[in-house]
């Protein structure tokens, strides 16, 4: 059971940051959303952007030096489908007006309409995408 605790810390540090970021500075914490005004241009609004994807490398940085096994895996994939996943990404979270994180974790908890549905088709095609890999007898 102790392998529970670190993904439940997780989250807990995830709803602490989205409401005191809402509750602080009034701003929702969608990662997609973050980024993508803070590379529009260079401004002194755009700080508290700035400070907020620093702190998202900082704290990757150092959890790769406190714990670098953790940081261990290797795709098997080249890396032009991996890039490619990443623009497919991209691209969806313009689509949908927001990522996963800024619909899933900050609308749903402001209870915003278009938000849940979005969270909904996510989760939808998460399950229809799991469920076909499983018919098809999983990634080889």
């Known amino acids: 059971m102790e392998h529970y605790w670190m993904p439940l810390l997780g989250g807990i540090l995830i709803g602490l940051s989205s409401s005191t970021m809402l509750g602080g500075l009034g701003r929702i914490t969608g990662i997609s959303g973050i980024l993508g005004a803070s590379l529009s241009r260079f401004s002194r609004e755009n ?5 907020f994807l620093m702190g998202l490398v900082a704290g ?5 030096l406190m714990a670098p096994e953790r940081m261990e895996y290797s795709f098997n994939f080249p890396w032009w489908q991996i890039a ?3 623009l497919l990404v991209g691209f969806g979270t313009r689509l949908g007006s927001g990522c996963t994180s800024g619909h899933g974790v900050c609308g749903m908890a402001r209870t915003s309409k278009r938000s849940i549905m979005a ?20 990634l080889s």
Do not use: K
Request: glycine fraction near 18%; proline fraction near 0%; aromatic fraction near 16%.
């Open 60 to 64: 990757g940085l150092g959890f790769a």
């Open 84 to 86: 490619l996943a990443g």
């Open 47 to 51: 700080v508290w952007r700035y400070s």
């Open 119 to 138: 969270t909904v088709i996510f989760i939808s095609f998460g399950i229809l995408t799991v469920a076909l890999r499983n018919l098809m007898g999983g």
